[in-house]
């Protein structure tokens, strides 16, 4: 019996143990856990080596991927005692393949390492070549993608002029295809105001396309986009299947491949509008027949009486009689007749017939409304009114009144004024005109505690443009309102305990009562005095500010004692009036109600019989 390699002599014959194990293992596939699709800088993909049967793993073989000018080799991350070697590849800048592949049949080497199956024979290392059966690419659809598409033109077909409300669709053209998400701007050069051409279509392809709607006050001879920074993202994406971030940077306007360059589109948004609509007369009149201007910025035509609307107030009833064009281009004059008393204002309603020579609708809306100036057709009498313009109650030294009448006038002075008092030395300090038809009267409220009234005199010596006199004619006094005056400082009356006195009650409410109402009460301003080491504490204070009661919440805390609720004066709390608590410096309450708690539960303290012991 002898042993030449594996095999066993006897007698001239050879053969082979059961046990022994003479095969090679070999590459069967090769794949990717990572899902079918485009992938870019930063993206791991884990490549899957599957071998005929479990191999064990020494040292760090390596994979080398086709991906492009730079081959990458990537490095054995795991697998080791399966039949699955796991190698991980890192995209990186540069980087691309339509189907990501190894190089060749011998791009797995063992880079000094081993691979060989549990009875030590070493795996037989060749691949399938690329894109054949069992190969990455055949496998797998795994995209490898770095190069960021770019903008290659801006474009459109709508070369010719354009006015106000015409849309025009821009393409912008990129150099493989792109996904949107959001809306991109694109921003347009277009006069005085620039205007964005907004996204509407083309996400999956490589052309975009955004609109533009010309609006008023839009003017280019040649469109284009502002600068080569135009296309902007506005909060949303534009990326390739990979998921990487275009680029967008855009031909300088007027250069090859710009929107200028490449369409001749002519904006006209230019409306008519208007330079004068007004009643030369003025303000106010007593005529019958109102004539007034009106102008445009331009020529026109399709005005008539329908374009007009008369708003009339009080008995006043108006119509237009005549509508003239005074030979100038854009300018009209329009008579209207007017009988009664009120307020006339001309509108002039586009009912979308006036249009400048070339199509543009007045200030390019249909039914706007512009206003001339109101008249006023007077026969009506002003009024006046008389209001407070401080807090009421106050304790100020001065305090406002507010005159207003009903429209303009002239002949106010401080003759037309009286003030009604039980204050002493009172007197108006000062007279201003805020408007034309309001005053503020400021008078001091001189000494004492009480009320203050200022009435207006009317002796038809305040009148209107007109000369009608306030509330016609004849004398009468119109009252105003009354201050109370208060300068009494608020106290502290009771505090007195709501329920049982003593109490072995874990909470006590005591009632807060005040000589009047006072501001927003909190915990800080009352301390509790006690004794018999209670540990009785504040737990709530239940105060509506602008009320003179509150309920303080005390926890008795524990055994025998006493608890006084103290008010605490820290010249934070007023009345209603602004008067701080008892005055300026510190007005402590301490002698409100004592509170007994009695928290000790009684106890026999000795137990005997009456009487001789021992007895019969």
């Known amino acids: 019996?002898?042993?030449?390699?594996?095999?066993k002599v006897f007698r001239g014959l050879a053969f082979t143990p059961e046990s022994a194990d003479a095969t090679q293992p070999t590459v069967s596939a090769i794949t990717s856990s990572k899902a079918n699709g485009a992938y870019t800088v930063g993206e791991q993909i884990d490549v899957l080596v599957q071998f005929s049967e479990n191999v064990n793993v020494t040292g760090t073989p390596q994979l080398t991927l086709e991906t492009g000018g730079t081959d990458r080799v990537?490095?054995?991350l795991d697998g080791s005692g399966t039949n699955t070697l796991r190698f991980r590849y890192t995209v990186q800048t540069g980087d691309t393949s339509l189907d990501l592949d190894y190089v060749d049949a011998n791009s797995l080497v063992l880079n000094g390492g081993l691979i060989e199956d549990a009875a030590g024979n070493d795996a037989i290392l060749t691949l399938p070549n690329p894109g054949t059966t069992g190969s990455l690419g055949a496998n797998k659809a795994i995209v490898i993608d770095t190069t960021a598409p770019a903008v290659s033109s801006v474009t459109s077909s709508a070369s010719g002029g354009y006015n106000i409300g015409d849309v025009i669709s821009i393409t912008v053209n990129f150099t493989e295809d792109v996904t949107v998400s959001g809306s991109p701007r694109l921003l347009l050069e277009t006069g005085t105001t620039d205007r964005e051409a907004v996204y509407v279509s083309g996400s999956g392809s490589d052309v975009l396309t955004f609109n533009y709607t010309v609006q008023a006050g839009d003017e280019s001879l040649d469109l284009d986009y502002v600068a080569t920074d135009s296309l902007g993202l506005n909060g949303g994406t534009i990326q390739d299947a990979a998921l990487n971030d275009a680029t967008l940077t855009l031909a300088a306007p007027g250069a090859a491949n710009s929107l200028g360059a490449s369409a001749s589109i002519v904006v006209d948004g230019v409306v008519p509008d208007l330079v004068n609509f007004a009643f030369p007369g003025g303000t106010i009149t007593n005529a019958s027949t109102l004539v007034y201007d009106l102008e445009f910025t331009e020529e026109i035509s399709g005005l008539d009486s329908a374009d007009f609307n008369i708003v009339t107030t009080g008995t006043l009833s108006a119509t237009i009689t005549a509508i003239l064009y005074s030979g100038t281009p854009g300018v009209y004059t329009v008579e209207v007749e007017a009988i009664?008393?009120?307020?006339?204002?001309?509108?002039l309603l586009d009912d979308g017939t006036i249009v400048d020579t070339v199509g543009n609708l007045f200030r390019g809306d249909l039914n706007t409304t512009v206003s001339a100036p109101t008249v006023t057709v007077d026969q009506t009498v002003p009024t006046v009114s008389v209001s407070r313009g401080d807090p009421n109650p106050t304790n100020a030294s001065e305090v406002d009144f507010l005159v207003d009448f009903s429209e303009a006038h002239t002949g106010f002075t401080l003759d037309d004024l009286e003030i009604v008092t039980t204050l002493s030395l009172t007197y108006i300090s000062n007279f201003n005109q805020t408007s034309a038809t309001s005053y503020?009267?400021?008078?001091?409220?001189?000494t004492g505690t009480g009320t203050l009234q200022l009435n207006f005199l009317d002796d038809d010596t305040v009148i209107d443009a007109a000369g009608n006199p306030i509330d016609g004619p004849g004398s009468?006094?119109?009252?105003?309102?009354?201050?109370?005056?208060d300068r009494t400082p608020p106290l502290v009356d009771s505090v007195a305990v709501v329920g049982s006195n003593p109490t072995n009650a874990s909470s006590v409410d005591f009632l807060v009562t005040f000589t009047e109402a006072v501001s927003q009460l909190t915990a800080a301003n009352f301390a509790l005095t006690q004794s018999g080491g209670l540990g009785a504490t504040i737990t709530n204070v239940d105060h509506v500010a602008g009320s003179n009661t509150a309920i303080v919440t005390v926890n008795t805390g524990s055994g025998n004692g006493t608890i006084r609720l103290d008010f605490l004066d820290d010249d934070s709390i007023t009345d209603l009036a602004g008067n701080v608590y008892g005055g300026a410096g510190s007005q402590n309450f301490t002698t409100g109600e004592t509170l007994t708690v009695d928290m000790i539960v009684p106890s026999v303290t000795s137990f005997f019989p009456v009487g001789a012991n021992p007895t019969t």
């Open 1 to 7: 019996l002898a042993t030449v390699g594996t095999n």
């Open 440 to 446: 503020t009267i400021t008078v001091n409220t001189g």
């Open 476 to 485: 009468a006094t119109i009252s105003g309102p009354v201050y109370d005056v």
């Open 340 to 347: 009664g008393d009120g307020d006339l204002t001309l509108e």
């Open 74 to 76: 990537v490095d054995f």
